[in-house]
């Protein structure tokens, strides 16, 4: 095997065919749609529907989405009595993945028609929202609370947190980063879920999977990493000191870099904006200038590096009052309609992965007799 096949990481080799999603350097699309219409003129709904049917729905298919949603809320009892069970120093994502695996055991859904993933893949995303919300609550000494009918999902999961419906700002800015978040082609944890999906595993085993993919501090959780940076400085002018020193020493700064964009991440940009109006109607610029202070000498070196979208998201939900273990989490009840589109997609037309690899250990050699080894 010659050195030019093997890719580190996979980097550049392209491993399947999508019609789901497209990044690159100019563009990211959702189904053909651009990222920044898409955040402009629709709710996570729409674009999970988007996602999982390959059109954006009529107003009466999103009121049947949403009723879907609002029928598959509710934990099964067992599901709840082990969220309780599990030790208060256990990170959310862990409990997310313990129960996603879980309420499959209760699956409402039988088969695997086309028609019954789809399905069950708005379950799985009324699962998330639920167990997420469950464990926020019992941390905070409180029962889960049963969902409300007719809320948007963003609404829906703010509401089963704190017990109150949310104000629009509040609901409006959690259902953009969840739109945000919702799928980016041929990631770790989306790659993590087609090799399982390719093994003809269940739906439920392949979000399982993705994850423990994103679990990883590589993937997932850069957002509570930027905003604990964020809030290690007092001032910008501390924040200034310390980031050029980082730069001289070529440490990574968390929420900054991305593998595919190297000009820039287009949902940062947009998600950005919205983090400055939060934070001056919460009057918190002081963070804001914070956030600039490390972001500029970063992205005005004479080789710039560009923040990704969870540079911005660690700040927006820190000011909505959200604990920074429920970030990634967030993130995970999003990616679920990204994740279980790429399910659908790969068993459709599956060939199962098996990459190669290359050998680099000793050459031949022969069995010593266990009596004459030294």
Same mark, same amino acid.
């Given at each position: 095997?010659?050195?030019?096949?093997?890719?580190?990481?996979?980097?550049?080799?392209?491993?399947?065919?999508?019609?789901?999603?497209?990044?690159?350097?100019?563009?990211?699309?959702?189904?053909?749609?651009?990222?920044?219409?898409?955040?402009?003129?629709?709710?996570?709904?729409?674009?999970?529907?988007?996602?999982?049917?390959?059109?954006?729905?009529?107003?009466?298919?999103?009121?049947?989405?949403?009723?879907?949603?609002?029928?598959?809320?509710?934990?099964?009892?067992?599901?709840?009595?082990?969220?309780?069970?599990?030790?208060?120093?256990?990170?959310?994502? !862990?409990?997310?993945?313990?129960? %996603?695996?879980?309420?499959?055991?209760?699956?409402?859904?039988?088969?695997?028609?086309?028609?019954?993933?789809?399905?069950?893949? %708005?379950?799985?995303?009324?699962?998330?929202?639920?167990?997420?919300?469950?464990?926020?609550?019992?941390?905070?000494?409180?029962?889960?609370?049963?969902?409300?009918?007719?809320?948007?999902?963003?609404?829906?999961?703010?509401?089963?947190?704190?017990?109150?419906?949310?104000?629009?700002?509040?609901?409006?800015?959690?259902?953009?980063?969840?739109?945000?978040?919702?799928?980016?082609?041929?990631?770790?944890?989306?790659?993590?879920?087609?090799?399982?999906? !390719?093994?003809?595993?269940?739906?439920?085993?392949?979000?399982? !999977?993705?994850?423990?993919?994103?679990?990883?501090?590589?993937?997932?959780?850069?957002?509570?990493?930027?905003?604990?940076?964020?809030?290690?400085?007092?001032?910008?002018?501390?924040?200034?000191?310390?980031?050029?020193?980082?730069?001289?020493?070529?440490?990574?700064?968390?929420?900054?870099?991305?593998?595919?964009?190297?000009?820039?991440?287009?949902?940062?940009?947009?998600?950005?904006?919205?983090?400055?109006?939060?934070?001056?109607?919460?009057?918190?610029?002081?963070?804001?200038? %914070?956030?600039?202070?490390?972001?500029?000498?970063?992205?005005?070196?004479?080789?710039?590096?560009?923040?990704?979208?969870?540079?911005?998201?660690?700040?927006?939900?820190?000011?909505?009052?959200?604990?920074?273990?429920?970030?990634?989490?967030?993130?995970?009840?999003?990616?679920?309609?990204?994740?279980?589109?790429?399910?659908?997609?790969?068993?459709?037309?599956?060939?199962?992965?098996?990459?190669?690899?290359?050998?680099?250990?000793?050459?031949?050699?022969?069995?010593?007799? %266990?009596?004459?080894?030294?």
């Amino acid at each position: 095997m010659t050195d030019e096949m093997f890719k580190p990481g996979l980097e550049g080799v392209i491993a399947g065919e999508t019609a789901i999603c497209c990044v690159d350097q100019g563009q990211l699309l959702y189904r053909g749609y651009a990222i920044a219409d898409l955040a402009e003129k629709c709710v996570f709904g729409e674009v999970a529907y988007l996602l999982l049917y390959g059109e954006l729905p009529t107003a009466k298919q999103l009121d049947w989405f949403r009723n879907q949603l609002d029928q598959f809320h509710g934990l099964h009892p067992v599901v709840v009595e082990t969220i309780r069970k599990i030790p208060q120093n256990v990170p959310l994502m !862990s409990v997310l993945r313990t129960c %996603i695996s879980l309420a499959g055991h209760f699956d409402p859904l039988e088969g695997q028609s086309d028609d019954i993933l789809k399905k069950r893949a %708005i379950w799985l995303l009324a699962m998330a929202s639920d167990i997420v919300a469950a464990r926020y609550r019992l941390l905070k000494g409180k029962d889960p609370l049963q969902p409300k009918r007719g809320l948007s999902h963003a609404a829906q999961m703010l509401y089963m947190f704190h017990g109150t419906e949310p104000d629009e700002t509040s609901w409006r800015i959690l259902d953009l980063t969840l739109v945000l978040y919702a799928e980016h082609d041929f990631n770790a944890s989306t790659f993590t879920n087609r090799v399982v999906a !390719s093994t003809a595993s269940d739906m439920t085993s392949a979000t399982c !999977s993705a994850i423990g993919a994103l679990k990883g501090p590589l993937h997932g959780g850069a957002n509570e990493e930027a905003i604990a940076l964020i809030l290690r400085f007092k001032d910008a002018k501390e924040a200034d000191a310390w980031v050029h020193d980082a730069l001289e020493r070529k440490e990574k700064v968390m929420g900054f870099g991305h593998r595919v964009y190297k000009h820039g991440d287009h949902r940062a940009v947009i998600l950005e904006r919205e983090m400055r109006k939060l934070a001056k109607q919460k009057g918190r610029e002081d963070l804001v200038a %914070i956030y600039d202070a490390i972001k500029n000498p970063i992205v005005n070196k004479e080789k710039p590096i560009y923040p990704n979208v969870d540079y911005p998201c660690g700040v927006v939900y820190y000011l909505m009052g959200l604990p920074p273990d429920l970030y990634t989490p967030l993130f995970a009840c999003s990616r679920i309609a990204g994740w279980c589109a790429h399910y659908i997609e790969q068993i459709a037309n599956n060939r199962i992965y098996r990459p190669l690899s290359r050998y680099i250990g000793p050459p031949l050699r022969p069995v010593t007799p %266990i009596e004459q080894r030294k």
